[in-house]
């Protein structure tokens, strides 16, 4: 691994031998267990060139799992490509706190609906109707490639999910939800041009002619007739977003309170209307 490593440029990231082997699994067709029970095992030529190759490509900077060409999130394994963005472990905090909320409001009996906007690779949508499959989920993006990804993943993972190409809530197809959930691009034009993030689609990381908050103004104008009564949103935000999404929940007479990731920080907000 060393030699083929050698002169690839392929140190970039945090954790270049845990990419490098994950690469030669992919050229190997075989698992990490398998290469550490036979680490003398000598590469062939076209092996040797084809590894070398996509370590070229991480050195590159592309992620890797648009190498591998799919990541797992909420123990399922996701089919991405270019078209979405990689599904990230903090999303995975907006999908458990769903379901809390689902299976609470289950107990009441009566079939949930969910909506999911902007759904990417659809693993927020699928994730929540694998581990809560009396729900209704329907899932909307604005990218007609993204939802090509996330029909196929649905179909693939046995996920019974609807999908609707919407911008937001324009659709005329969308009707009442008992949950409407999102992870928007909520990041500035600036924080998205940010080198780590170049490959990933410019649409998925920040709203397109919009700020930020006029994005989130936009969502929330739209959302909240679309909720049942008693219904939530949840919605992933950005550091330091918390105290813009209070101020904006409380403009569409609801109140947010938020949950936080794993490193303190204020990553979801749940919104419910004042009676
Ligand atoms: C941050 S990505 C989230 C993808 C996926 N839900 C996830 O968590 O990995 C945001 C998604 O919103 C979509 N999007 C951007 N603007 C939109 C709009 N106006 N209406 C609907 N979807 C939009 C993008 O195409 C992208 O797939």
Known sequence: M???GAGSGATVGATPDLDAEVLLGLVLGRSREYMFAHSDRVLMAGELR???SLLRR???GEPVAY?????????LDFSVSRAVLIPRPDTEILVER???FLRLCGLGGGTLRVLDIGTGSGCVAVSIKKHFPTAEVMATDISGAALQVARKNARRLGAQVKFVHSDLLASARLGRYDVIVSNPPYLTRQEAGKRGLHFEPRLALAPNNMTPRQFF????????DHLTPGGRIFLEIGHRQAPLMQRLARSVKANATFHKDLAG???????????
């Open 2 to 4: 060393k030699t083929a």
């Open 50 to 52: 084809r590894f070398r």
């Open 58 to 60: 991480r050195g590159g």
């Open 67 to 75: 190498i591998t060409r799919v990541r797992k999130f909420f123990g």
């Open 98 to 100: 769903v379901l809390d």
């Open 217 to 224: 103004k936009k969502f929330l104008d739209q959302a909240r």
């Open 265 to 275: 920080i204020e990553r979801v907000a749940e919104i419910k209307l004042k009676k």
